[in-house]
């Protein structure tokens, strides 16, 4: 579920936003958008919406909001994320593998 469609008061776990471009997520990623991260709607407007974060108040456009994956299952968000970064840290570390070491 895109965290767009999500209900005022909700609250919902980040589980992916591979949709969101590189620069976007650069900038959603230093504003606390981080997988594993509780969000809660706030309110909407035309064409944006507000979400507690970190108790803080951070408005989004709604085509950024629907590129980000949540979930509703807070509780079960923690061991899908560990999974997910697990297999993000592996592809690093094949990319950025010293030369003359294996394994």
């Known amino acids: 579920m895109s965290l767009l469609k999500t ?3 909700q609250t919902v776990c980040i589980i992916d936003m591979s949709n969101v ?3 976007e997520r650069e900038r959603l990623v230093d504003m606390g958008f981080i997988l594993g991260r509780k969000i809660t709607k ?3 407007a035309k064409g944006i919406a ?3 974060l ?3 108040i951070i408005a989004l456009r ?3 909001a629907c590129r980000i994956i949540v979930t509703l299952d807070v509780d079960a968000c923690a061991s899908f994320v560990s999974e997910k970064e697990q297999q993000n840290n592996l592809a ?3 990319v950025f593998r010293p030369r003359g070491l294996t394994g």
């Open 21 to 23: 471009c590189k620069y």
């Open 50 to 52: 507000a979400y507690n």
């Open 54 to 56: 970190m108790n803080c």
């Open 62 to 64: 709604n085509e950024t």
């Open 92 to 94: 690093i570390s094949q």
């Open 42 to 44: 706030y309110f909407t």
């Open 7 to 9: 209900n005022i008061g």
